[in-house]
């Protein structure tokens, strides 16, 4: 099955610094990946669909210069979070779109923010 | 607007079976997709229903009737394994995935 991977699993760092998360599929090609974040008991927020070689579409309400989103190849894409804040501090997952209907999940990295 | 609705939980005996109800609205519909996910991970795929009727696989099941705006997922056999968030997800026309909250299942000896 279509694997995706994100790295890293877990961060902690401290209020002011930037984090960079990547996602990976790792036996397929993705042109669109998701970013997603999760609060705790709460559904999954879709922040931003990236689409290779192309800008990223933001969902409303996200700011786009705080949650940076990178799709340099068809098997990578990047989510960098800026000057990160407490408030910032969730489950973010990507998701690969693998068929037209079909999106793989990577595992998920939890950011702390000291 | 776009809406998935279930309940927030739920709690079964292990060895019985449960069904979890999903109701939606979404602009355009490509699909009704349930997950599960365990505490502290990313959810994992269990189905994908676009037409109507009922899907199964091994202990889960998987039924949706368009018409009613409306899936349910089945699981029988529980096993304590099974406690766990299960998510419905509609896929919208433009092929993206409005999420429910989640159903957080407790499996009981």
């Known amino acids: 099955g279509a694997v995706v991977s994100q790295h890293p699993s877990r961060v902690i760092c401290k209020s002011g610094t930037s984090v960079k998360i990547e996602c990976r599929s790792l036996?397929?090609?993705?042109?669109?990946m998701f970013w997603y974040r999760q609060f705790p008991k709460k559904s999954l927020m879709l922040m931003a669909t990236?689409?290779?070689?192309?800008?990223?579409?933001?969902e409303q309400g996200v700011e786009k210069d705080k949650f940076l989103i990178n799709h340099a190849s068809l098997t990578l894409s990047t989510l960098t979070v800026t000057s990160a804040h407490p408030e910032d501090s969730s489950f973010y997952i990507c998701?690969?779109?693998?068929?037209?209907?079909?999106?793989?999940f990577g595992p998920g990295t939890r950011l702390t923010v000291l | 607007g776009q809406n998935i609705d279930q309940p927030t939980e739920m709690t079964a005996t292990e060895g019985a079976i449960v069904q979890i109800n999903c109701t939606y609205q979404?602009?355009?519909?490509?699909?009704l997709f349930w997950y599960q996910q365990h505490a502290g991970e990313a959810p994992t795929f269990l189905s994908y229903?676009?037409l109507d009727g009922l899907e199964e696989k091994g202990r889960f099941s998987s039924f949706l009737s368009r018409s009613k705006g409306y899936s349910y997922l089945l699981l029988k056999e529980l096993q304590m394994k099974d406690s766990a968030s299960y998510l419905c997800?509609?896929?919208?026309?433009?092929?993206?995935?409005?999420w429910g909250a989640g159903t957080k299942l407790i499996i009981k000896p």
């Open positions: 998701s690969a779109g693998y068929r037209e209907y079909e999106q793989f």
């Open positions: 036996d397929f090609q993705a042109t669109t």
């Open positions: 990236s689409n290779e070689g192309s800008k990223a579409t933001y």
């Open positions: 979404t602009s355009g519909f490509n699909g």
């Open positions: 229903n676009v």
């Open positions: 997800a509609g896929m919208d026309s433009n092929y993206q995935l409005i």
